[in-house]
Structure formats: C-alpha cells, structure tokens
C-alpha cells in the first residue's frame, strides 16, 4: 500500500513499515521541524536541510532568492526524519533505529504575491505559533529576497519503525542485552536576548511551549 499510485513513490523494502494512510503523512510533517530538499544542481544532486511547513496537501520551503537550491523547477526530492529510538540487537546485523520518515517527489512551484505572504505565515506558524501576530512581517525588500517553493504532496511516501530488534531465533539465547534506548526532544526554558530591552516579558506563546512540547 502507498500513499500515491507511483512507480517511485512505492516502498519496497521493509514494505509492511510502509504508511498506507495520508494521515500518517500529515503527522510526521506536523510534528517536525526540519526537512532536506535534494536537488539537481549543475547535474549534481546537492541535499540540503532546511525548514519547512504544510497546509493542506502542500509543502512550503522558502530561503534566500539567492540560494541556487530554490531557483527550480524540476523534480526535487524532500525527505523528513525523525529519529526515534537506537535498536540494540543480539547481533550488529539487526541493529536498527526506530524512526518516521517521508519522503516527497515532485516539480515545486515558485510563489509570488499573496500566495507567497500567506505561505511564508504558515511557516512562521509552524517554526514558532503565535509570532506572526507577535513579530513584524516581512517589507516588500525582504519579501524581494525571500524565494518561496510549493510543493504538491500528492506523491509521497512514509515509513514508520517501531518496536524491539528483530534477531534471529537462533541469537535469542546469546548473553547480550538487546532492546530500545529512545530518543526524546523537548523545548528548554526560554533564553532572552543579550540586548532584549528591559520590562518586555516572556510571551505566553514562546513559555506555552518549554517542557511540554516536544519539537525535532
Ligand atoms: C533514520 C533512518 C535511518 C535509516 N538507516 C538505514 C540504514 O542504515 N540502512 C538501510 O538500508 N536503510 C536505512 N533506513 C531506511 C532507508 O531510508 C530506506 O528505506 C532503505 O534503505 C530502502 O532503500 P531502497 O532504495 O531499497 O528503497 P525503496 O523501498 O526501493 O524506495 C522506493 C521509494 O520508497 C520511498 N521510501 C524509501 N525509503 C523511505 C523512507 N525511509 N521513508 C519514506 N519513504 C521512503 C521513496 O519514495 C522511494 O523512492 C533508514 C531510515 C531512516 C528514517
């Protein structure tokens, strides 16, 4: 099962970790913060890391106008990982990680106008809630040197581990120790500016999120 009809877009190996519903999709991209796009550049490919957001069936990349990654529009490839837990088997054959990926393949369309505004609040929203109120939004200048890419979502792709190693029946009696060491991630108490002027609080959106909120 896959999450779209393509040739390339279809786990194959380790196909029973292979995500058969979109909503799969949409949680691995809404609860991480970080994607890496690959690209053709000068008939190379170059794989960068980079933020991201989704609404609906699109994902939003955006970076400087200069950057030669975002100056596309051929096929790119956009994956995102979360890191979920180190597999320690009986054998170093099976050790694993735990993780949910997605893997994106597609043309991305360049944004322009009230498209790329309202793309660029998106991704405000999912980096840090409630600052695109807070902050001052881009001048027509730093809309000029800000690239913003959409992506279709319509061919993708998510694998999901989890669980305890799978070793072989003959290892099970072997004296090493095999199981999970997971990986957590949280926010950390909020730090202020060096040269934050004084008397300007803490928002409640920025507190909101220390400790409870786990961000990757
Ligand atoms: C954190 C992490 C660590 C990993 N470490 C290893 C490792 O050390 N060795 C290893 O062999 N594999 C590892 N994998 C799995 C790896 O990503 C591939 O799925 C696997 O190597 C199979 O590759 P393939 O070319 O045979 O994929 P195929 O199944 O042939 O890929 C076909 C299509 O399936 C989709 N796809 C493939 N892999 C993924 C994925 N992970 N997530 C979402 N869609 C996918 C893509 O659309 C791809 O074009 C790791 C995955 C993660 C997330």
Known sequence: MTLSPT?????RRAKERAASNRSALYEVLDR???????V?????????PTGYARAGDTLFIHGSSGARSLRTDDQVCVTVTEL??????RSVFHFSVNYASAVIHGVPETLAGQRKLDALRV?????????WEHARRPDKKELAQTTVLALSLEEAAVK???????DEDSDLELPTWA???PI???FAAPLPSADLNTGIPIPGHVTARTATTPAR
């Open 7 to 11: 040739d390339r877009s279809t786990i």
């Open 32 to 38: 991480n913060l970080v994607c890496h796009l690959g």
């Open 40 to 48: 053709i550049v000068d008939g190379a490919p170059r794989v960068l």
């Open 84 to 89: 979920n837990g180190i597999v320690y088997a």
């Open 123 to 131: 991704i405000t929203e999912h980096l840090a809630p409630g600052s």
């Open 160 to 166: 999901i581990r989890t669980g305890d190693p799978k």
């Open 179 to 181: 199981g999970v060491l």
């Open 184 to 186: 957590e991630q949280a």
